[in-house]
Every structure is written in C-alpha cells, then in structure tokens.
C-alpha cells in the first residue's frame, strides 16, 4: 500500500495502548516471531481501541459494518521474540472518504520492535462502501493525535 | 515500510508465477482470506522461487544465510476466496547493499486481487548483515524485470 | 476425542494421498513444524479427497452442507522440518448416523510422521444435523479401507 | 493420541485458569473459531501455568529443557466466536516416566466450549528424553486434581 502515515517510533505520538504477550505458536525457526504473526497483533489492538471509545467491532459488525483491511505496511526494526510482553500503540491516523488509517508502534520495555499502519474501507449496512462515520472521523483529529505540543 | 518499488497489476511485468490453493484455515468471519494469511503465500513464493534459480532457501540456511523480512507493503484489491486457486507472480524488484526487495501481484484467473512488496536483509554465516550475494544481485537486474519491451 | 478409529503407520492402509510442502511459516523456535500447524495439513487432504470423489468441498458449502469437525486426535511420531515434502494419506474410516471420522497418516518419503483421526458432524442445507449422505456412507466401505487383503 | 485422561466438563475438576478473547484472525468462513486455532490456546494456558508454579517456559528453554507435543486430542463440543472471552481450565492429569499429560476445558462463561489432552514428552538439557522432573510430577499429584471431595 501507499501509506500516507509514516508511524513514528516514539511511542508518545500514539493514542491508545494494548498489551499482549507472544504465543510459542507465533515463533518460527528462526527463533523470533514470524513477520506474518505481527498482522493479528495490530488487528487485537484495533479491537481493543475500537472497545474503549464505545464502538466494538462484534456490536459493528452485528450492525452491518465491516472495515475491511484494504492494505498494510510494516516495518520490522527488532526481532520479538517467544514471551515477550508486547505494547502495541494506536493512532488513527488519517479519516477521510471512505477510507482511514490506523498507525501503531511496537514496543518491549521502551524499546521499539516494529512499526505498521493498516489501511482500511468502510462498508456499511447495506454491504456497500460508504463515507467514515463521525465519531471515526472524529478519532482522527483529536487533540492527541495532531497536538505536536503532545 | 517505505517500499521503492510499486507493484504493477500486469502479470507480464513478474518473472516467476506460483500457484496455490487456499486453504478454509485461511479464511476469516467475512468469508474471506483473512489479510494476514497473504504473507505466508508470499513467502511459499519466493522460497519456490529461490529453488528455481538454485538457490534453495533449505540450503542457504543450511549454510548460515537468512534473508530476513524487514518490512512488507500489501494492497488487497478483491478479496480471495476458499478454494481458489491464486498465482502469485513474482519480480526481484531491487537488489543493493545488504538489502532487497520483492514484487508480487496474486491473480486468480486473470484477474489481480493483491500486490505486494517484501523488503529483506541478508545475514551471512557469519551472523551479520552482508552485501547482497552476486546470484541475487544479478537476478534483478535480469531482461525481463527491466525490460520495458517485454 | 474418543476416536473408535487406530489409524495405522502402514500407508497401504489408506485410500488416497495428497502431497503438500511444508512452509516457513508453520515452524516454531523449536526448529520444527508447530503442532497446531498439522491441522490445515489435514483438512486441505480432506479438501482435496472430496474434490476427489466428486463432491467439491466448495460446493458442497455452496449447497448449505458443513462438516464440521467435532473432535481431533494427533499423535506426532517425528517431526517435520521446513520443506519436507509430506503425503498425507487418509481414509474414511467409519460414517455411521449423524458423524463420520476420517483416518491419516503423514510421511516423508516412507517414513511415517504422524497420525490423526477427525470426526466430524454433518449438518445439512436447513442448518440442523443431520444423517451421512449415501455417498459419504460409501466412501467408509469401499473395498481398500477394510479390506484385509489390500 | 491415545490420552488415558478423559476430560471432565465441570471447571472443578481443574486447577488453573488462564482467560483469553477470541481474535477475528483466529475465525473462519462458518463464523466461529477455526478449530486448529485452539492449539494455541492451549499453549498459551500451558506457558501461564508453567509461570504461575515457579517453572517459566521461557526460563526452561534457556536450560535446555523441551516438552515437545507427542498427542492432542480435542472435543469441540460448542464453538467458540470471535470476542468470545475464554477461560481455558487446566490440569496436569498425569506425569510418569518421560511423558505426561494435562487435561483442559474451554468455557464461556459458565458453558463448556470444548476440552482437550495434550501429551507431552521432556528432553532434558542433553537433548535426549528423560524422565519428568519432581516439580512436574508433583504437580499431576497435588491435592485438587486427584482428590475426588474437591
């Protein structure tokens, strides 16, 4: 994908925080964690950031809604590896049409493991794209996430 | 990742084609292939790739090589679906320094449903960062990566 | 599960094979492939065997039928490395009412690996379980699955 | 696998529990957890009560200690969705000579989703198969396990 959100490694430029540990299962011969395995992380966290700020993604989808992934950049700086407890930190980035972005920054202690941004559509209730709904829009542009005095 | 290279959708612009079959493993609550289950195709790609210009990738690690993913860029078009047999076309897009890159476009039929652009490091048996090898280097270099006539 | 069925090391005792490779991705730290890793390994098998006999899994899907899987049991005889090439040989070792099982075994080369059993429920086109369909019924009685003599 | 421990479903019987949710990654096109995606669970249950009794997962692999999956055996009795909030129950049911078991039961609330076996081999330090340690056989013996007035 195209990102127009370069996620930066300092994790005070980001909104939300989720914690998770690694699984045994999500390790490869390599010792680490495999690069496919880091895609759920990112999709755990949305979930739990969609949850905290009252729109959880299993009452979404019971409505109708779906937000497709429509593409994904990653960007691994250090292995993680079997254990490790995993911060994983959120901004929405950019709402804006029918589409948004979500940038995330992956910490072990403070120290920076992989960065991501996932884009994603919005399809509506009647299974057809459809503009961002308010309250998204309004997750991007929150004092937080635009502050540069953050 | 800040991938340099932009994935075409025209299969004439790939070098290497593999085809697979998705698994229902790989499909998610949508009906769909879930969006994570894309990197382990890609990785089945390139790994038949590599066989197919002698280079076993079994081997290189026998051997002490890895070539580590450093970063990947996806961009799903349509989704896949259980069952469908998918060709996953392939291109060293860039090979210099201790790092390069692959395009991939995924097709089913004739039709495109995702592009993709894996970055890799190299580590040498020694267990450092190392050049690209001359091998590797010189397959993106090859006539039909960069020919435009092709 | 309680599986009622054996499944044995002997390849002879099974009725078709489906070959697959071992990916990247299903290795764990361990150096091996992951145990949970061997479960799509049986179902694309099971996939492939009902392409085999006429009764497409996607259309069979497609028709309202699931058969969904109602217990597994696995005994891992030596481990699978990354690239190995295994068969996994299956038969339908029983369909008696409402469930079915299938039996496997997976080697490389000659040399078994491991074994499984699945059971699985059928449910039919109105969503409620349901009896084996006749042809399901057949498949657990042809000739080389309980002859003695194959 | 041949488990000798039948895994009861009332959550009394065990002695730990670990609480997991359910990720959208982990579904399927049915709508519900695909059923290789409890192995994990199960693992991550395991590797928590190995911490919660003083033995560290992770702290035993850098001794050089293993206890490689030799069986699984599961029964999905209801399924499990995504967001479901899991408490995996767990037990070691038995531990003599070089392997040992640990029973589990997967429940939502106070309904019982599913339960499992796992078989384990230990390979000790050296790399070979050795008997359980005394923590570990002390643990399938403790009191809440076996005693049938729990």
Redesign the interface.
Known sequence: ???TF?PPTDAEAYRFCHRL?V??????????V????Y??YL??AR?EYLRSVGH???LL?AEGW?L?????????LRPLF??DVVDVHLVVARAAGAAFEIGYLLTVGAEPRATAVTRHGVVGPRGHPVRCPDWLVALASGPSSGDPEH
Chains 1, 2, 3, 4 share one sequence.
């Open positions: 994908m195209r990102a370069d540990r699984r045994f299962a999500e390790t490869d011969a390599m010792g680490v495999h690069h496919a395995a895609l759920p999709e755990e979930v959880p993604f299993d989808r779906e497709p992934v429509a593409g994904v950049a990653t960007r691994y079997f254990d």
